[in-house]
């Protein structure tokens, strides 16, 4: 299986500065035929179900505000959050959908300074 | 895309454990998805658990630790795919969740959750 690593476990940042969550993949997550690395973030709320942000490591979702980020490839990943609002508060996820089973990260929860 | 769960919300130890995903903005037979089920607790986090998808014929893809417990069907009489999970512990204690993957790869739309308790 492709252990998924985040860190930090939590991550506490001020309202308009820039959050940065990393995800490290045990094995490389980058297709070498098509050259695209197989990995998204989600965001959970309490009491509602993950919400997809980025796919393809670095694509973001439609409806998704652009202060969300994704960059990395192979086996690190990071999520950045620009310009931090209120509503940022959550637990984040990567993901890898490179190979079954399909795995996540343990989470980053982040809150507000 | 709407994907609503439903399901008994109790299950007593060593009983199966069954769920379904009425799918409506989609087809379960769709050549474009693949139809998944995810659990999550404190203990294990997010665990994916399996998938159906339909590429000319049906596939089910299962995680190695539950293979022999579980079971995913689809219907597409009713369009959607149901949950089944035999012997169930305190272990399998969690909130379940149906998922859509965009053909193989992302996870689009989500179901609600349902808390499914294992007590006797």
């Known amino acids: 299986d492709i252990v998924m690593t985040q860190s930090p476990d939590s991550l506490v940042v001020s309202l308009g500065e820039r959050a940065t969550i990393n995800c490290k993949s045990s094995?490389?997550?980058?297709?070498?035929?098509?050259?695209?690395?197989?990995l998204a973030w989600f965001q959970q709320k309490p009491g509602q179900p993950p919400k997809l942000l980025i796919y393809w490591a670095s694509t973001r979702e439609s409806g998704v505000p652009d202060r969300f980020s994704g960059s990395g490839s192979g086996t690190d990943f990071t999520l950045t959050i620009s310009g931090l609002q209120a509503e940022d508060v959550a637990l984040y996820y990567c993901?890898?959908?490179?190979?079954?089973?399909?795995?996540f990260g343990q989470g980053t929860r982040l809150e507000i300074k | 895309v709407q994907l609503q769960q439903s399901g008994p919300g109790l299950v007593r130890p060593s009983q199966t454990l069954s769920l379904t995903c009425a799918i409506s903005?989609?087809?379960?037979?769709?050549?474009?998805?693949?139809w998944n089920w995810i659990r999550q607790s404190p203990s294990r986090g997010l665990e994916w658990l399996g998938r159906t998808f339909y590429r000319s014929k049906w596939y089910f893809e299962y995680t190695p630790s539950l293979k022999s417990r579980m079971t995913i069907n689809p219907d597409t009489s009713k369009n959607h795919f149901s949950l089944q999970l035999n012997s169930v512990t305190s272990d399998d204690t969690a909130v379940y969740y149906c998922?859509?993957?965009?053909?193989?790869?992302?996870?689009?739309?989500w179901g609600q959750g349902t808390l499914v308790p294992v007590s006797s």
């Open positions: 993901q890898q959908y490179y190979t079954i089973p399909l795995t």
């Open positions: 903005g989609d087809t379960v037979s769709s050549n474009l998805a693949a």
């Open positions: 998922a859509r993957q965009v053909e193989a790869f992302q996870f689009d739309y």
């Open positions: 094995q490389s997550v980058l297709y070498s035929s098509n050259n695209k690395n197989y």
